[in-house]
T-cell receptor
Framework: NAGVTQTPKFQVLKTGQSMTLQCAQDMNHNSMYWYRQDPGMGLRLIYYSASEGTTDKGEVPNGYNVSRLNKREFSLRLESAAPSQTSVYFC?????????????FGPGTRLTVL | TQLLEQSPQFLSIQEGENLTVYCNSSSVFSSLQWYRQEPGEGPVLLVTVVTGGEVKKLKRLTFQFGDARKDSSLHITAAQPGDTGLYLCAGAGETSGSRLTFGEGTQLTVNP
């Protein structure tokens, strides 16, 4: 039972390059999330998927796209990376009932955009 | 937009001291969660409180949900170096579906 897994763990991109961050969960959760974490700014929601087949914007969606590939997998794509997207990215999953959407996080992807 | 304000932002104490971290909002939450995050890792859930006035204890950690469900506190008794980490509160709004609102976190350092 791996919980939430993310790949890659580290990535360095040049401005303008694209990449996809992968996330998978094996807890059969309906909801999945992508956050970014920057110093002094806590966790900010980029996109989320309340259930398979749906995706919605969070607080900071500009410059990102997502795909809920199936119930297990939720990917985040940067089409044209910018230095402002340098951050640590976390994927999480949750189940609403009876678990109050308690979130389980992956280990994170540390992204640097030069 | 629901906001959660945590205080203090940074806390550095000696082993054995007690401390309290606060999480405040002007909004009502249907439930509130506390997470701890260690360097290089993702946040890990510590507790969920759902009833106004509820108190939960986890060893030396005591969590309280305000009567009006707008605020919460985390009290640590006799802090140990292993308690060092970033503590995050997160609230589920009554109309926010599966989304959580996270506070900015309290960075706790417990010195031996």
């Amino acid at each position: 039972n791996a919980g939430v897994t993310q790949t890659p763990k580290f990535q360095v991109l040049k401005t303008g390059q694209s990449m996809t961050l992968q996330c998978a969960q094996d807890m059969n959760h309906n909801s999945m999330y992508w956050y970014r974490q920057d110093p002094g700014m806590g966790l900010r929601l980029i996109y989320y998927s309340a259930s398979e087949g749906t995706t919605d914007k969070g607080e900071v969606p500009n410059g990102y796209n997502v795909s809920r590939l199936n119930k297990r997998e939720f990917s985040l794509r940067l089409e044209s990376a910018a230095p402002s997207q340098t951050s640590v990215y976390f994927c999480a999953s949750s189940e609403a009932w009876p678990f109050y959407n308690e979130q389980f996080f992956g280990p994170g992807t540390r992204l640097t955009v030069l | 937009t629901q906001l959660l304000e945590q205080s203090p932002q940074f806390l550095s104490i000696q082993e054995g001291e007690n401390l309290t971290v606060y999480c405040n909002s002007s909004s009502v939450f249907s439930s509130l969660q506390w997470y701890r995050q260690e360097p290089g890792e993702g946040p890990v859930l510590l507790v969920t409180v759902v009833t106004g006035g509820e108190v939960k204890k986890l060893k030396r950690l005591t969590f309280q949900f305000g009567d009006a469900r707008k605020d919460s506190s985390l009290h640590i008794t006799a802090a140990q170096p292993g308690d060092t980490g970033l503590y995050l509160c997160a609230g589920a709004g009554e109309t926010s579906g599966s989304r959580l609102t996270f506070g900015e976190g309290t960075q706790l350092t417990v010195n031996p």
